[in-house]
């Protein structure tokens, strides 16, 4: 079992940053590839950002590719998502996920424990 929980959501203009954590309990982290998810209202959940159990590889939406960084620290259980150069698109609820498939998952069921999520909301 692993418990999750967001943290640094927040309001920001456009243009501006954000840093999302995700920590994780359980002794089991390391071994979970993690990922990040977002939903807007009326919108379906949509793959955001995915990094391998030992960090080594990532993968990101086309969306965001060049302006967020996922990562992972796991003496610390803990996954971040650095948000750059946001747009008001990316308001949405963010979600990390964790999951044992393997080969940096990007679709929903393929995660296991899912956070309770974290509002992001960027202005214009």
């Known amino acids: 079992q692993v418990q999750l929980v967001e943290s640094g959501g927040g309001l920001v203009q456009a243009g501006g940053s954000l840093r999302l954590s995700c920590a994780a309990s359980?002794?089991?982290?390391?071994?979970?590839?993690m990922g990040w998810f977002r939903q807007a209202p009326g919108k379906e959940r949509e793959f955001v950002a995915a990094?391998?159990?030992?960090?080594?590889?990532?993968y990101y939406a086309d969306s965001v590719k060049g302006r967020f960084t996922i990562s992972r620290n796991n003496a610390k259980n803990t996954v971040y998502l650095q948000m750059n150069s946001l747009k008001p698109e990316d308001t949405a609820v963010y979600y990390c996920?964790?999951?044992?498939?393997?080969?940096?998952?990007?679709?929903?069921?393929?995660?296991?424990?899912w956070g309770q999520g974290t509002q992001v909301t960027v202005s214009s």
């Open positions: 359980g002794r089991t982290f390391s071994s979970y590839d």
């Open positions: 996920a964790a999951g044992t498939v393997r080969g940096l998952p990007s679709r929903d069921y393929e995660y296991d424990y």
């Open positions: 990094i391998s159990w030992r960090g080594g590889s990532t």
